[in-house]
């Protein structure tokens, strides 16, 4: 996928003289220092207190009591957010495909843990066993791991490994080689905000294993508070936001997949500081191989920052957010011979099909440019792998259509279907 960067305009045809100042005003000037988060508090206030852990479900409306961020566009306008003492949020990338943004007219209070953090590759294992090669599913606005495989000459019919997602993937590994780490892409001041890229798929160099996948990427997300942002709101209590990259796991074949690369954590309000002097922000590789993947970036911006809050990387002052003008890229299969699949990549449906013939595969894009080729990948316990290029994306930008014809060998497939422009 490639992110739209709006150019910097050069805003002067010739060259001036010029002195540039510094200035500070403090409270006793009479100026409020401000920052306005643009939250419109449609959303209503995110107050979770049940110790436990809860997987973060704009649609679940037993947990939250209604539908949150109706337009789909990962912009929630809170009007307070408050997570308390025990209380662990898991933002995933099986239920939302891109970075998170959460304004707040009001004051943020985490007394629990945010995680958006890649899972860990599945570990090397035999072909037969397909259950376990899938990719890893990264955190909210990461890219999943590459799956493992293996490589013998002479062999095609068998599943190689896969190079991590996103524009950092670690690139696969060679015969009996593990994959490689993922680096992470965004800048320093985490605009345009951008995830963790998945690590390299281990290759096994035996025909009756694969190696180990390769660790999903940590998300992103942005927090932005008209009032201020406490990591921990008293003595003893801890607040926690992690966006680590996934580890590569190794089997009995010790050929692990690479580590996923640590996500991106922006907050932006007045004031950011931990009560309790005990927040943490972290966004770490996961673990490959050869040590490490790259770590991702953690931007806080604030007036009064950053009493007991550790693992920042930068600091400023407060500036515009930057939300995203429409929602996030989505590319997903439909159906299968006419039968409708599960809308998430990461949940596999059960599809008999008791023909030998082709099938055809409908696909579904939102927020990706017509014209653009979607590739179907279909792994299969009995055969070889298969790359499919589809018919190029029919429709408007918001919504258009795909479709491809694939011939399944008998046993259990599992696809997966991509897209770059």
């Known amino acids: 996928m490639q992110p739209a960067i709006t150019p910097l305009r050069r805003m002067l045809a010739t060259p001036v003289a010029a002195v540039f100042l ?42 939250f009591g209604r539908v949150l961020d109706p337009d789909g566009d990962n912009v929630f306008h809170f009007t307070e957010i408050t997570i308390g003492p025990g209380v662990t949020l898991k933002l995933s990338g099986k239920i939302l495909t891109g970075p998170v943004f959460w304004l707040a007219s009001g004051a943020v209070n985490i007394d629990g843990t945010i ?33 493992g495989g293996t490589f013998v000459v002479g062999s095609p019919s068998l599943p190689v490994a896969q190079p991590g997602n996103g524009p950092g993937g670690g690139p696969a590994g060679a015969p009996f080689s593990v994959g490689g780490n993922a680096t992470f892409t965004g800048n320093l001041f985490l605009i345009p905000l951008v995830g963790g890229s998945g690590g390299g798929g281990g290759n096994d160099n035996v025909p009756t294993h694969f190696g180990g996948g390769g660790g999903g990427g ?46 991106a954590i922006r907050l932006v309000a007045p004031e950011v500081r931990s009560f309790g002097n005990s927040g943490l922000l972290s966004v770490t590789g996961g673990a490959g191989a050869s040590g490490a993947a790259q770590q991702g970036r953690v931007r806080v911006e604030a007036f009064v920052c950053c009493e007991g809050v550790s693992g920042i990387d930068s600091v400023g002052v407060p500036s515009q957010v930057f939300v995203p003008a429409t929602p996030p890229p989505s590319l997903r299969v439909v159906s299968v011979a006419g039968i409708p699949v599960n809308a998430s990549p990461f949940i596999f449906p059960s ?30 316990e009995s055969g070889a792998d298969q790359m499919m290029p589809a018919s190029p994306l029919v429709g408007m930008f918001a919504a258009s259509t795909s479709t491809v014809s694939i011939t399944l060998p008998t046993g259990v497939s599992r696809g997966f279907v991509k897209a770059l422009w």
């Open 22 to 63: 510094s200035f500070y005003i403090g409270p006793e000037s009479g100026f409020a220092q401000t920052f306005i988060s643009g939250s419109n508090g449609s959303d209503g206030a995110l107050t979770l207190m049940a110790p436990g852990t809860i997987l973060f479900d704009p649609k679940d409306t037993a947990t």
């Open 115 to 147: 995680d958006l953090d890649g899972e860990n590759g599945y570990a090397d294992n035999t072909i037969g066993n397909t259950s376990k090669r899938i990719p890893a599913a990264p955190g909210s606005g990461g890219y999943s791991g590459g799956v």
């Open 218 to 263: 940590g998300g992103a997300l942005v927090i932005a508070s008209s009032v201020r942002i406490a990591l921990a709101t008293a003595p003893g209590r801890t607040g926690v936001i992690r966006a680590n990259g996934g580890s590569g796991d190794r089997g009995p074949r010790q050929v692990p997949g690479g580590g996923g690369s640590g996500g």
């Open 351 to 380: 599809v008999t099909i008791n023909s030998p013939a082709p099938v055809v595969v409908n696909i579904e894009a939102r927020n990706i440019p017509p014209g653009t080729i979607p590739r179907l990948f279909i792994f299969s």
